[in-house]
């Protein structure tokens, strides 16, 4: 343990100067020159770690082992990567770790390096010159867990210069993953920004929660898995939301939508809250099968009424979006979902798009998603 701690103390990045040839990511702390994108998408890391025996790096689901320089340094080139954003670690005498020249964040159980691979056509996810809206961070008591819990609120540029009201979208992360998900690896407060100034969507306020709240009873996706998490978010967080900030209420009005566990929340408290969310949409999620293999869901049993009476579920729904990657495991059986509902006549939207099970996906899925929302 003593070499590992070392070899992390004496980490570093070379600052290098900057060409046409390769890229600087945003993630990189203080503009370090490593790691690097080339041309290719390949990405280039090279650090120093002295006392190290063995160092590599997992990226992309695959390790690759680094080779140790004459000067010291560590240096390896991994195969080109997708666009998008992936989170990546440090293997150094078999300790996982994160790259002190790179931001973490917080994903897969912990706390992660990542690099952003530019995808083109794609600059809605970065920052423009238009109005900025705030994120604000607030701690809410819950009832549930008798603590107080933090989340983040998005609101948009035009919410300081009067008193307009605002509906609300609650957006719910994966699993591993808590309130800063979608505000730090989704951008969505940038999203909204870019779609708001160009006219694309209504101004809204968007709230990110943590739902990693214990279960009443039961597990996964059902009824008793979901309670606690139903009680802390019709209980707790709309009603101190609808008393913090300016919003609009009534279930026009609001709209709930998550990625993979995010998801399944989303499709299971969402669907059977008619009174409470008009708009509901489930990004990726391993509900429908793809986790474990395959799932014959009972669609019925989850939300009734969704096949034996989908007029009543039309009418109390304005929108139903679902979306998965296209390499994603659960792609065929989020499809084959989406078929099965809109045959018996549910008004359900369904869109796929290049990539895994990733946030480059779910990004573009809560771009689409919102452009919907609230619509006169």
Known sequence: MKKIFLALVALTMSVCA??????????NINRNGYPRILEDNRVEFRLRAGQASSVKVDIGGRQYDMQRTQDGFWTVTTAPQVPGYHYYSLIINGASVADPASRSFYGTSRWASAIEIPEAGMDVFEIHDVPH????????????????????????????KGNKKYPVVYIHHGGGEDYRGWIEQGRTNIIMDNLIAEGKAVEM??????????SGGGGGYSPGGMSGYRDELINNIIPFIEKTFRVKKGPENRAMCGLSMGGGQSFQIGLNEPGVFANVASFSSGMFGGINGSADVDLEAYVPGILTNPAKFNQEHKVFYLSCGEQDPRINYTRETAQKLQAAGVNVKFNSFP?????????KSFHEFSQMLFKK
């Open 18 to 27: 900057f060409s046409q040839d390769y890229t600087i990511p945003v993630t």
């Open 133 to 160: 809206g705030q994120v604000r961070e607030l701690n809410y008591f819950s009832k549930v867990t008798n603590s107080w819990r933090p989340l983040r609120v998005y609101t948009p540029a035009s919410y300081e």
């Open 205 to 214: 306020i968007v709230v990110s929660v943590d739902s990693n709240v214990p």
């Open 355 to 363: 990539g895994d099970h990733e946030w480059q996906v779910w990004r």
